[in-house]
């Protein structure tokens, strides 16, 4: 994807920072990766300075590793971080979605279930980067229901190493079992059952973790700690 400077109104450093953590988290950039401050200033048309300081912030996320003598590389994803996502974003989304079962209206219901039937085409067609923006946009639209949608920006800080994670679920053998954990999330909303959407939240929530070493038995290059120098 082409960035532009021009369409963006944050600071350079921000910039930086954004570009290269939405390709890290889409694995444009791969998990083992070597990162060039040179090569990415000259891609985004910045000095080395803010793409330094974006390394910074990412290193200091988890999402990148700085090894002396060597660079700048894409983290492994490591599974304590994911699990340790997990558990966070459980704990909010469990409490949203119990409020959202309170307060939903026929509004968000009604986009919910628009949500839902947009997500089950995209499977259909065998489109994941579809899928993935529609699951995002369904717990979003969660969030506005329960009339927390400010905590919705939280929970995207608290998950940036389940999205890693996340992006190796979306095969055609998983989508059944994800959009029928989504479907019940929203029946349980319907039924205005606190306890119930709170259950199939935390269990769709749960499905990463339980097969997390299937999804990186696939792909082990991606949880394989870079070699650091001996001394």
Known sequence: MAFNRRQSREPIAGQAYTVIKRRILDLTFEPGDLLSETRLSTEFGFSRTPVREAFKRLESEGLVDVIPQQGTFVSPIRREFVVDAQFARSALECAVVRLAAVKRSETSLLELDANLKRQELAASNSDFEELYRLDEEMHQLIAIASGRPAVWDIIADIKVHMDRARKLTLQPRHTPTLIAQHRAIIEAVRASD??????????????????????IAARPKYAMEIQRPIG
């Not at 269990?203 to 339980?210: D, G, I, R």
């Open 194 to 215: 606190p306890d119930e959407a709170a259950k199939a939240m935390d269990l769709h929530l749960e499905f990463l973790v339980a097969h997390f070493d299937e999804f």
